[in-house]
């Protein structure tokens, strides 16, 4: 008996959180399928009459009725994906580098390395935001994703290296000294050991590079001016003009540049579980 | 082996594993150095952007200007606020979500796939939805509260600053509690089911499990997720930016969007740099001292 | 194992390159133009007016930057950008944004001295600041002399300095008297309010029989719509903010602390004023006076004549009218909001002649009229406020033309940002009674002490 009241409180707790975390966006989506006149109707009407799916049709097929900024929104969600992909690949190829060397080797030199990574990464970024914007200016790689790239790059690194030197410390040194006896380089244990039994750690560490690069505004806003290098999340700010805010459109534009991002976690959660699981536990 | 071999043996290991953080610290330093620099250098001088050519070194003036400004200190309170608030609370609600989740039970997955869906969606669009949202005349929140009949008439919601500020700290917190929820997650998974087993046959009831079993082996990794929270939300800039920027009145300037209104609105560059390294001043201490805390507290363990 | 250390720094490394490679290929693209604009140069200092042949200036690319005008729902200023294109063969790259995030792109640019954009938003409110921090070239180096007589005076004057033009106005945005017609009529009201007390009162009859919700509602949000709506109200009570060395006067003025206790007592007083317009921006205070919840738009702008005609946004379709009068505590201090927006050259532009040709080209009498025709935008040029065309389909305009001498624009200030921030916290303690408008001034005061 007391077993199933259990269960009936259980499976309550998750509703709640389902609904708890759903409901906003649930609201999003409603939106981006409403009209403005009914989204302004007092009292709320939760579900739409008429279900709009005008903004749908303009972003993903464009036509004559298409605002700039809709048909504009492939070539972000390629920028998007561009800058996302080559962030989340350097900080990995370089930061696991790193991540094995603070992990392995214990020096003073490194630790104080280590530390002031750290501390660059509690600076708020914004005060710097205006020297880069010089130093971007003057070698005119404005307006381009590779320095976008090196930007988000800088910011990140730090929390990647973190992340992954934690799950490194996590694996045994005795798996790679026995492969080094066996005449293992100490990269090679890197490439096929610590790695491989990381991968989980790893993987997490790869999506959350992904998405932060995704959804990144402010500098972005900053730095790309024209589609050349314009990235999703700018876009869906430039649905407004003067006074107003075409609630609907945004909407909608937010929901469809919301998708990879929600993709890759939700999909992909399994490994940041198994990753979190696997390095967690030293915190 | 000789000394001599194991010397240069060791010499050769520290310089390959040196050599392997240079592409990080390049990288870094390739973007960073040049700001970090410049805007430590430009913070002892009275730089105004649109009046470039009078600026002059000042030393320590605007630093000690900073010290002396009711807004700040006002700003600076507010941030703490908001920073332990959603913190605080999205452990809090992480570690209870993280326990349902670590139940059994029909499509466990796909709820915790779920999850992390605040979490991923860009802070535009989240910004953009919660204004919607604590609209005054069409919002879903007035809406939803007035025809369960909880409030008479629709309330405007961010016309007080104290009331908007926790408005955001709700929308921040419906944001990043994934992670924390992630995080704390993981690491109840790490708990062997042993330790739980041995507490029954004690005769131990639940709550008493998670008071002695649960909670001591989570502590570790709560702190640290404590403190990276602690740090991003600091940093929080896009919900404000989008749903009040800064007001009503100064009700949701918190120090970050603080910074952006001396460099950006007003370009007066040398204080804003100013108060950014004071705050990561006032940042790196309470960090240093947290993790001070934290790893002795491993170490006892 | 030294081998695969260099092989993968050189894999980073590369990457690197190639991503930089992406970058160093648009410098090489803008030096050809440079080039061009070079060859250009000796020609005109040679002549002193000489405005260089068109063909020398095709194929050139230029980079503008300017907010989306708030009644553009067409899109005719880039199908108009497209003509421009098309004739000229210069190829605009046409950025179009929300006022605030196009203000910090523009800001961020000149601040660093770069030079991403060739023609630029030139907002009222940025002359002072931008005049002393030299980011602009005067206009009347490029435009054929006289070109500019004709322009509203109000909006030249705005952009000159010193008896030069730095910005050609391409948004006359004036301020008008709108109000609900059909509202007034059912209750037998001849003739919208002259004065402020005439608006408390009509304000209450109209609400006590039910035929409005509210007299009026306001746009306090913080922002710059909170400060278009208090100064209008200053000016309209005769206040003056500062005189003319500069000096702040606004905290002893008597008409000031006067205009804002005017505000506050409407909303929480005689409460003829939406209680929710402490949270409202300008398109808020629109969505409830096109759904007939007020009667009043005191600082309405003519995009909303538009919008109350389109029976898919309002639901007082025909019902609105122009007041011949703005309004003011007496019919002597009348005065409305001008804010004016201009398009400038920045001094680092590698492209000032094709830029020219593009403001001239926009902001040109034919192109006025069209986009006048088009979206109801109100004209830049005074003759076109006679037209026929534009009076035929917008008689309103005649009774716009009567308001636009009342127009006035905001304090030139370089500081104009953290007076308006300023001004906005202290003018929303007020609303909200925490302070006195005499305290609230007087913490403005020292508020902006720094600046003076």
Redesign the interface.
Known sequence: MKKILYRILLYFMVAVILIWILAPYAWLVISSLSTKAELISVPLRWIPKKINLEGYKQILLGGKFATRAARDFKKGALNSLLVATFVTLICMGAGSLAAFSFSRFRSKLLNMTFLSILLSYMLPPISIAIPIYIILSRLHILDNIGSLVFVYCSFNLPIAVWFMKEFFDEIPVDLEEAAQIDGCSKLKTLWKIVMPLSTPGLASTAIFLFVVSWNEFFFALLYTTTLASKTLPVLVGEFSSKIAVDYVMMSTAGILAGIPPVIMAVVFQKYIVQGLTAGAVKG | MRFIDKFSAYKS??L??????????I??L???I???V??FYISFFNLT????AEAKFVGLKNYIDIMKSASFWESMGRTAYFVLGTVIVEIILGLA?AL??N?K?IGR?V???????????????NG???K??YN???G?LN?LL??LHIINS?Q?????PFVALNLIMAANI?KET?VAI??I???L??IPSELYEAADIDGANPFSKFRWVTLP?IT?????TFI?KA?WA??E??LI??I???????GTTI??FF???Q?????K?SY??A???M??IL??VL?VVFVRR?VMQ?VRE | MKKYVVWLLVVVFSLSMVLTGIGCKKAEEAAPAEEAVEEAAPAEEVAEEAVPAEEELAGQKITVIFPKHEMDTVGIFESQTREFEELTGIEVELIQAEWDKTADKVIAEMSAGGSAYDVIEFDNGWVAKFDKAGWLVPLDDYMPSGWKDGLTPGAASTFSVGGKLYGVPWNNDIRFFLYNKKMLDDAGISAPPKTYDELIDQSKILMDKGIAKYGIADFWAKGWCLCNSVTPYIYSFGGTLFDEDGNPVFNTDPAVAEAIQFMVDALNVEKITDPASITYFQEDAMNIFVAGDTAFMPQGWPGIMATSNNPELSNIVGQVAVAEWTLGKTPDTQATMNLPEALAIPKTSEHKEAAWKYIEFMCSKEKDKERGLAIGSIPLWTELYTDEDLIAMYPFWAQFGKQLIYARPHPALEWIEEWIYNLEIETQAALSQEKTPQEALDDLLKDIEGNL
């Open positions: 290991k520290r390959f594993y040196y050599s392997l953080i240079i592409p990080v610290i990288i870094i390739l973007v960073l040049y700001p970090l410049h805007s952007l649109y009046k470039a979500i349902v989740l139940q039970f997955t709820v915790r796939g779920l999850v992390l869906l605040p979490w991923a969606l860009p802070g535009v669009v953009v939805m919660w919607w949202i005054a005349n069409y879903a809406a007035s025809q629709y405007i919601w961010l016309k007080d419906w994934p992630m995080i997650l993981a690491s998974q790490t082996l570790p990794v709560v702190a640290t990276i740090i600091v940093k800039f896009d930016y989008m009040t920027r800064g007001g009503p009145q100064e120090i970050n910074i952006y209104l460099s950006f609105k007003f370009l560059f804003g740099s108060i950014a390294y705050v990561t940042v790196i960090a934290t491993s």
